[in-house]
């Protein structure tokens, strides 16, 4: 019996969406998505690893969780140096002893029309968010596979299935390909007790698209063409990846969830 039927037969569904005793490495933890899933997967009682960029904000927000009774470390690295990536892994696993669930949260996005985008633009986006997501996943899944099993999670964007009017020609074909790393990464470790799945949300109200969600003319537009009549918030993203990290997704892997109140559904 898996530990989901167990609970259900003990009356205690709940059970399986608790992370207590795992261990979670959040990349991008702190960015605008990635703070809010930090508190999710803390809340169900997983030791949070944040990592980024900057030392301070990961240490500033481990700091935080502490502060209300979470286990935490801030962690750095950067996603386009490989032997970063692996250091970070290294050091998630030494102080806390293993790895069980990986959240990609790491992404940037350069706006320029494709005409204008020139070969670094293309680089800086696909090594961020295609090259790191894999070297990441890399890293994480030979932990996993000694461990035999993980859970990884990479954020991926509705732009992986839908173009857009503006500049985004690196951005969606990046997070097109990450698709397709999870489908790939799910298929190829399946047998070592691994799931890797992936969350596309449409915009989410974060830095990262602030200035869009500003410009009124976009965001009515936007809005429009979405059935919810909203874009998303940070929170909306946290129960989806608290599921996928948990016991209650054993049997999902390589999926693509889209938040994105709908606008994928309609045309
Ligand atoms: N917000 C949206 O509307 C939206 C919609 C769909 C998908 N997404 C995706 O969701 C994810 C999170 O987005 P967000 O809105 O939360 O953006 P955000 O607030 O800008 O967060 C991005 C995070 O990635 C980190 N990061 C960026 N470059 C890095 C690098 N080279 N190495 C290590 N860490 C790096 C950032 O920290 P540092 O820069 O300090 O390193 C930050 O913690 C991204 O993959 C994004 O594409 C966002």
Redesign the pocket.
């Known amino acids: 019996m898996t530990s989901t039927q167990e609970s259900i037969y003990s009356g205690l569904i709940s059970d399986s969406f608790k992370l207590d005793g795992q261990v979670a490495l959040v ?8 703070e809010a899933l930090c508190l999710g997967l803390a809340q169900q009682g997983a030791t949070v690893a944040i ?4 030392a301070e ?1 990961s240490a500033a927000l481990a700091g935080q969780l502490e502060a209300s009774g979470f286990t935490a470390m801030g962690l750095s ?4 140096q490989p032997d970063q990536i692996s250091s970070m892994v290294k050091q998630t696993v030494g102080e806390s002893g293993r790895l069980d669930i990986l959240v ?6 350069i706006e320029k029309p494709a005409e204008a985008l020139t070969a670094d633009d293309w680089d800086e986006v696909h090594d ?2 295609l090259r ?1 997501a894999f070297l990441l996943s890399q890293a994480a899944g030979r932990q996993m596979i000694k461990q035999e099993r993980g859970k990884q999670i990479h ?5 992986s299935l839908l173009g857009i009017r503006r500049g985004f020609a690196a ?1 969606t074909s990046s ?1 097109a390909g990450m698709n397709l790393l999870v489908k790939q990464l799910a298929t190829e470790w399946a047998q070592y007790g691994i799931n890797v799945n992936g969350i ?10 602030r200035h869009y969600l500003e410009d009124e003319d976009f965001y009515n537009a936007l809005v429009s063409r979405i059935p919810l009549t909203r874009v ?1 918030e ?1 929170f909306d993203i946290v129960g989806a990846t608290v599921f996928l990290a948990s016991p209650a997704a054993d049997f999902i892997t390589g999926q693509i969830l889209f938040i994105d109140g709908g606008v994928t559904a309609t045309q």
Do not use: M, Q, W
């Open positions: 990349a991008g933890g702190y960015g605008g998505i990635g990592a980024g960029r900057s904000k690295f950067d996603i386009k990609n949260c790491v992404g940037t996005h961020t968010n790191g954020i991926s964007s509705v732009r951005y997070k596309a949300p449409t915009f989410i109200r974060t830095e990262l698209v998303g940070p």
